[in-house]
């Protein structure tokens, strides 16, 4: 290979510290009265309940205020980057001048580390080897933009990146999942569909729409979960083992259980239910997907 592969970000750089943030997504990003956020908030103003540190005041009762759009949401890091980095640590109160290019910059930074987040997994899968230098080269791309100056990260073209990166993580996937049953659901309409106990292991479920879908004792083993809509959507005693580019976030999203087995990177959300699911097990001896 002509260069290193690193296969991991550098510590922290693509998980969101709140602490070093200026509050950005509480100010930067629109909110819409719904069934995710008690009020309306225009982008570019503070959301009330914004404190003087930048730290969310009812944190910890997001969901009972009627907030839990907020706890599915996760800027991957971009947050203290933009303010850490970019604007070198001037927060938009202290310098009211930054504020209009800052919040524009947020939701571009936001994006370049969503693909890295990608681009960093599949570098560490081991059937991507065949892909795996173009894999380096664009990430090592992606995280040049990232240290752009504001002008520069504005003028990025945002969706010919994302066309590029989601193009290379197909053909990553298609490696990763050879031998599944080969489903495809890619972009498909399942929203409060009956999926319990359905056979999607090495499934491609990219961009499918699984709001309120059933997928209870599901066998998700070693599917492609790239930008699947799972809001509401039950995974009690699913199997979601070797499951590729699913994002805690989109986990956040879904209800679960004690049952659900997922891959020890994923923390399992707090608002799940904690007793077992009384779907069937599934044989043992039932073939299982995995990497190599």
Partial sequence: MSEQIRTEPPTGALRADCTSCFGLCCVALPLTASADFAFDKAAGQPCRNLREDFRCGIHSRLRQEGFPGCTVYDCFGAGQHVSQVTFGGRSWRDD???????????????????????????????????????????????????????????????????????????????????????????????IGANLRGADLRGADLRGAYLIGADLTGADLR??????????????????????????????????????????????????????????????PDRPTTRRR
């Fill in 96 to 190: 009211p001048t930054t504020a209009e290019q800052m919040f524009a910059v947020f939701p571009v930074m936001r994006q370049l580390h969503e693909m890295l987040v990608y681009l960093t997994e599949a570098l560490a899968l081991p059937p991507a080897r065949p892909v795996r230098d173009e894999l380096s080269r664009v990430r090592h791309e992606i995280e040049l933009l990232t240290t752009a100056s504001p002008e520069q990260l504005l003028a990025v073209d945002v969706a010919a990146h994302r066309t590029a990166v989601g193009a290379l993580l197909g053909r990553t996937s298609e490696l990763v999942r050879a031998g599944g049953t080969g489903a495809s659901l890619r972009s498909a309409d399942r």
């Fill in 222 to 283: 070693g599917a492609d979960l790239l930008g699947a809509d799972l809001r509401g959507a039950v995974l009690s005693g699913a199997d979601l083992t070797g499951i590729i580019f699913l994002t805690q976030p989109q986990l956040n999203a879904a209800k679960g259980d004690d049952a659900t087995t997922l891959p020890p990177s994923f923390v399992r959300p707090a608002h799940w239910a904690e007793r077992r699911s009384l779907a069937p097990r599934r044989r």
